[in-house]
């Protein structure tokens, strides 16, 4: 218990006292019989450690001030600020439970007696509960299987999963490989090749394979093309969520193209071409001149010049795109630490204005072409530059018609900014989507993506801000300066709305912008998997389904209202009431419930989202949402220093209906969750059933959870389709 010292030396002074040991320290013997102590786990046993630790006087009897002080020590021990702050509150609770004749203390059988209530405690504790006979009979792989028929069905389940990426990356690689072999032949059954040699062929058939790449790694960033094209049916046969992984393996083709082409001309061909005799250099005066160039005129022309900058530009942009210096991972002294971070990203890739300036020229100032329409960089880049040019174009003309008015800022802990803003009329958008947000008072060219939180119903937009960066510190620092401490009990540690009399800064916002989970519709059941500050595209979604869901039920009342039901008591119908009650288009919703994970490691994270939280668990009467919050800080359930907190939570839950830890409706669980369980439970509980899990955060996680998917689906009837969010 390194890391809850305090709660330590509790226990050890308890379990002294049971052996009347007056000592600091134990022998081997004594650390072996207190060891078999603490490792019980029955009830009783963690019951007897745990009121022997309030009870520090042993008189059999538990004050108000000793169940206090147990209270804040675990709350301490599991970094707990809040829960410590309210100790006497919730020590007054458990008295007020046990102690109704008002006695002062209460006793062992009391306190066993409150833990043994199933309605208020075991019940409420138990987060992941399944039934082990539902889950076999979905279980289908339990059966015993071939290995053939073990790797077929993994085969299967692959191809299914991964078809559009696998048809998409293998027509991509096949027309790569054609263009070079189609330029290696051409120069393989040229004059030039029995002066460089396959130098020559390398490098041209290379340099066809990056016109191709360099037109092609615009596409996936052309956000309002793709957002389109999600709506239409070539969305079920592209991988449009995979749009950022396929730009950064174009990037990779390109470094290669570039290695390949680059190195061949400046390590092979150029060599060749200088130490040629005059008899062999005659038949390439028409392309280098009457007299042979030598090397550095060769690097210093108007081919090798634009080389060398896109090269520079190139692998300038490519290092500090890479995750090492995006993230900030890698630590510099000043003032290099600039090169590091979001801006050092955004602001390197701009360099590709640069890129595509030069490599026209170079593919205008070819070597061994002399014929114009044979000069084909233009051709390629022409369609895919003329779009990106566009939609840049477009984003500057709407950016300037979406200036919104801020209604709210609150400040929570975490720091995170929530900012709350009018939704300009034009400004139409689906649940699980993202839009580009610009501050001029903290930078006139930075745009920078955040998940809409609120609902497509909701007369407002509003975005989750956490201060990740220098950008997103400098947001948070110009906001909190027209925001003041929050009045009436409101939550967060700063908050503004429109009767602030201090001005707000300016805000404007690009979008909306497709993303995986705006497709959540389509699926029969939801997971959504949220870390930390990777909740934020879900809140939207469980808004918006419950929106839905009571909409859907208000419209079949109505209906039934307006057009009861033909029934053997009503003999006959006029025609006019008959077409109107067939033609009424009936409304289809099928997603039919969904699931919450939520993961974070402070307390203060449960105020970003609390209101939304409430107001969803007030809405959702048919049960349709469950939601379950998970406090890594907090150690497991089982352990001894939570048992004390988890017995809080029960009774307050049952009291007042809110959780201790959150300060919501909504049970907090302790210790990271279980996923395979968590799998398990859904899986068993909707057979046959297409489940959309749904990520956001650490990629850690998401490669967990998509094997997870890839395991069940190999072995159960539910199947489930991982998807994770890209920005």
């Not at 390398?202 to 394979?209: D, L, P, Q, Y």
């Not at 994270?605 to 349709?624: T, Y």
């Not at 839950?653 to 439970?681: C, E, I, Q, Y």
Request: proline share 4%.
């Amino acid at each position: 218990m390194m890391e809850s010292k305090e709660f330590a030396m509790e226990l050890f002074d308890t379990l002294c006292r049971r052996r009347q040991m007056q000592s600091d320290h134990i022998n081997r013997e004594e650390l072996r019989e207190i060891w078999s102590q603490i490792t019980d786990n029955s009830f009783d046993s963690r019951l007897q450690i745990f009121f022997d630790m309030v009870d520090k006087d042993a008189d059999g009897h538990i004050t108000e001030a000793e169940v206090k002080e147990i209270i804040m020590l675990s709350a301490s021990a599991n970094k707990l600020a809040r829960l410590k702050e309210q100790a006497e509150e919730y020590a007054a609770l458990i008295m007020e439970e046990l102690d109704p004749e008002g006695l002062g203390y209460i006793e062992l059988w009391q306190l066993e007696t409150l833990l043994l209530q199933k309605d208020t405690y075991v019940n409420y504790s138990q987060a992941l509960s399944y039934t082990s006979q539902a889950l076999s009979q979905n279980l289908a792989g339990l059966r015993h299987k071939s290995p053939i028929r073990k790797m077929s069905s993994k085969l299967s389940y692959y191809l299914e999963d991964n078809w559009k990426r696998l048809w998409v990356l293998a027509l991509w690689i096949g027309i790569m490989v054609g263009l070079f072999i189609w330029k290696f032949i051409q120069y393989r059954n040229r004059y030039v090749f029995s002066v460089m040699g396959y130098c020559v062929t390398i490098a041209k058939g290379a340099a066809e394979t990056l016109k191709l790449n360099m037109a092609l790694i615009l596409l996936p960033v052309c956000r309002n093309t793709i957002t389109w094209l999600r709506n239409t049916r070539a969305a079920r046969a592209l991988p449009f969520d995979d749009n950022i992984n396929f730009h950064k393996t174009i990037a990779a083709a390109i470094v290669v193209g570039v290695i390949l082409h680059a190195g061949n001309h400046l390590a092979c061909d150029f060599p060749r071409l200088i130490d040629s005799s005059d008899e062999t250099y005659g038949p390439l005066r028409k392309y280098f001149g009457e007299t042979k160039p030598t090397y550095l005129a060769l690097v210093r022309g108007v081919e090798g010049v634009t080389g060398v900058i896109m090269v520079v530009c190139m692998l300038i942009a490519f290092t500090l795109a890479t995750r090492w210096f995006r993230r900030s991972l890698v630590k510099l002294p000043k003032p290099f630490d600039k090169l590091t971070g979001f801006n050092a990203f955004w602001y390197s890739h701009h360099l590709f204005i640069i890129v595509y300036i030069s490599l026209v020229i170079h593919g205008e100032r070819l070597y061994l072409i002399l014929d114009w329409y044979k000069r084909t960089t233009w051709m390629y880049l022409a369609v895919p530059v003329g779009l990106y040019v566009g939609e840049r174009t477009l984003r500057f003309f709407r950016s300037g018609s979406y200036s919104v008015r801020i209604l709210k800022v609150a400040i929570y802990p975490g720091n995170v900014l929530t900012l709350q803003m009018s939704k300009p009329p034009t400004f139409r958008y689906k649940s699980g989507q993202y839009m580009f947000v610009q501050c001029p008072d903290v930078s006139p060219f930075e745009w920078h993506p955040f998940s809409i939180t609120s609902a497509p119903g909701d007369e407002f937009l509003s975005i989750h801000v956490r201060q990740l960066g220098d950008w997103t510190r400098e947001l948070k620092r110009v906001f909190s300066a027209a925001c003041e401490p929050p009045m009436n009990g409101k939550s967060g540690l700063l908050r503004a709305d429109e009767n602030t009399k201090k001005t707000f800064p300016k805000l404007l916002i690009d979008g909306p912008y497709g993303s995986p989970a705006q497709d959540y519709s389509k699926y029969d059941v939801l997971l959504l998997v949220g870390l930390g500050i990777g909740a934020t595209p879900f809140i939207s979604i469980l808004k918006d389904l419950i929106n839905n869901i009571i909409k859907m039920e208000e419209e079949d009342e109505a209906s039934t209202d307006l057009y009861p039901p033909i029934g053997p008591s009503k003999a006959s119908v006029d025609l006019d009431t008959l077409m109107r009650i067939t033609s009424k288009p009936k409304r289809v919703f099928k997603t039919t419930n969904a699931y919450f994970y939520w993961v974070t490691r402070e307390q203060g994270s449960f105020d970003w989202f609390k209101g939304i939280m409430n107001e969803i668990a007030e809405l959702d009467q048919r049960n349709i949402i469950e939601m379950h919050n998970y406090l890594t800080s907090v150690y497991e359930e089982g352990d001894a220093r939570s048992a004390l907190i988890t017995m809080l939570q029960a009774l307050n839950h049952a009291k007042n209906g809110v959780d201790v830890v959150s300060g919501t409706r909504v049970r907090t669980h302790f210790a990271r969750p279980n996923f395979k369980r968590v799998l398990s439970k859904v899986a068993s509980k909707h057979p046959y059933a297409k489940i959309g899990v749904f990520y956001c955060g650490a990629p850690v996680l998401a490669q967990e959870l998509s094997n997870l998917c890839h395991e069940f689906n190999g072995k159960c009837t539910t199947k489930f389709e991982f998807h994770k969010e890209h920005f």
